[in-house]
């Protein structure tokens, strides 16, 4: 975005014009960020929402240039931060490669993996930073940035991938080695953990929004021109803030968010879909092998374990088991064939788990002790993004009439409610064979009976009487 650098020029739904560095073309055209283009952005939300077909690769375009824009804003209005050209060359990677190691479908590869086996630990986050690495071990990469990007750099893209989970950031016991606590704003800016205001969400929010036909009045570019660095009392820390006249902007990201994950990403007919594809890849595992670093051979599951192995996995292993004639893919093909078709199982209902006591397998045994039918549970977990509190509260914010002091969301809307982040956790209970949907219907509504922490929901919208408060 620095007016001195050439650009290369992508059009762009979202943002009309992407304006990228010319100098991050050599990360583009890699073979590890080209695979993004084949990857869906939504997992098979298309089948429900049939325009949900954009992907990673443009995502991550289009947080690169949200980046670099904020970055350049930040430089212009406020020259003492002294952002360098290491500084912006490094948050402008991690945005492009914050995502590069997503497997098909995204997150959908993820829960296959951990049904698989939970003690993978599979997260995306972990093999982008492993992608990063091989990419950096390109000479041609290497070569344009020198001198730019050094160790220490490549230490603070990993760190912004891959933030501390659930870490209360304190000037006096600053956890970050990528960079010192002068420039602890820098960690606002790609995936912000105190607040869940950051531009990897600015972008998808409004991506998925317009891809799903779901209407948005976000206005980031109102808060772009408000943003500032300011001083943290309490943490000693400079933060990125705004200023407090966005307040209802910002709230209503949060509230987009939000109705993004109840009309479509945990939507009843997606999270069915989700656990029948997550059963067909763990049938197909093991009638695929690729080919690893150093000539190691991993499974489908396994090549998450290996860059060199992930990078030919796409959405395209749909189709290959979709039209595979091997004999041991059949019950995998017919768990496909029941998404292509629209045959899927029958939903019985869902509750509400308020009682932290139980969990979904206490409900599973009680179903596996009363019927020998055959039945697939889900849930959905609703929550405004970040652990215990609503975003709001944590965001600072800064007056006209003193730019330079910070304050929290909660100092600010003292009279206002702002309600608390408890996590919402419903179950969703499927039969395989639709013949016996009453006899689950009845069990769910006896186990909700027995256990008065689950409030039963019925079939109806599953967020039609639930709230977070």
Request: net charge negative.
């Amino acid at each position: 975005m620095f007016s001195s650098i050439e650009h290369i020029v992508f059009s762009d739904p979202v943002h009309e014009l992407l304006k990228i560095d010319k100098r991050l073309a050599c990360i583009i055209h890699t073979e590890e960020f080209q695979r993004l283009r084949n990857i869906r952005q939504l997992g098979l939300a298309h089948f429900l929402y049939p325009s949900a077909n954009h992907t990673r690769f443009e995502h991550s375009l289009g947080v690169c240039f949200l980046v670099d824009q904020l970055l350049h804003h930040l430089k212009t209005e406020q020259p003492g931060l002294n952002i360098s050209d290491s500084d912006r060359y490094s948050v402008c990677i991690a945005a492009l490669l914050h995502d590069v190691g997503h497997g098909p479908f995204s997150h959908l590869y993820e829960q296959a993996v951990n049904q698989w086996d939970p003690g993978m630990n599979c997260h995306h986050e972990l093999q982008s930073i492993a992608l990063v690495e091989k990419i950096f071990s390109k000479e041609c990469v290497r070569n344009e940035f020198g001198d730019t990007i050094g160790e220490k750099d490549l230490t603070f893209i990993k760190e912004l991938i891959y933030p501390i989970k659930n870490a209360s950031l304190l000037a006096s016991s600053w956890p970050y080695e990528g960079r010192t606590v002068e420039k602890s704003f820098l960690y606002d800016i790609l995936a912000n953990s105190q607040t869940g205001i950051d531009l990897d969400k600015v972008d998808y929010i409004q991506r998925d929004c317009l891809y799903l036909g779901i209407n948005t009045g976000i206005q980031w570019h109102r808060c772009l021109q408000s943003l500032r660095v300011v001083l943290d009392a309490d943490t000693q820390l400079l933060r990125i803030a705004f200023r407090d006249k966005v307040w209802m902007n910002l709230s209503d990201i949060v509230q987009t968010r939000r109705n993004l994950h109840i009309k479509a990403y945990q939507h009843k007919c997606i999270k069915i879909m989700d656990e029948l594809f997550s059963k067909a890849l763990v049938e197909a595992n093991d009638s695929f092998a690729f080919c690893g670093t150093n000539g190691s051979k991993y499974s489908l599951l396994e090549a998450w374990r290996d860059p060199s192995a992930l990078i030919q996995l796409d959405d395209s292993i749909f189709q290959k088991i979709q039209f595979s004639q091997s004999a041991h893919l059949e019950k995998a093909r017919d768990f496909i064939k029941q998404i292509i078709t629209r045959k899927l199982p029958g939903f019985c209902g869902q509750a509400r788990l308020d009682d932290k006591k139980i969990s979904i397998a206490d409900f599973e045994l009680h179903l596996q002790s009363s019927t020998k039918q055959a039945f697939i549970t889900s849930y959905i977990h609703l929550n405004y993004g970040v652990t215990n509190d609503h975003p709001l509260k944590n965001i600072i914010f800064y007056s006209k009439n003193d730019p330079d002091v910070g304050f929290r969301g909660d100092e600010y809307k003292t009279n206002i409610d702002i309600q608390q982040n408890a996590k919402v956790v419903i179950m969703l209970l499927f039969c395989e064979d639709r013949n016996h949907k009453e006899e689950f219907v009845s069990l769910l509504k006896l186990f909700c009976q027995k256990h008065p922490g689950v409030q039963y929901l019925g079939e109806s919208d599953v967020f039609s009487n639930v709230s977070i408060s």
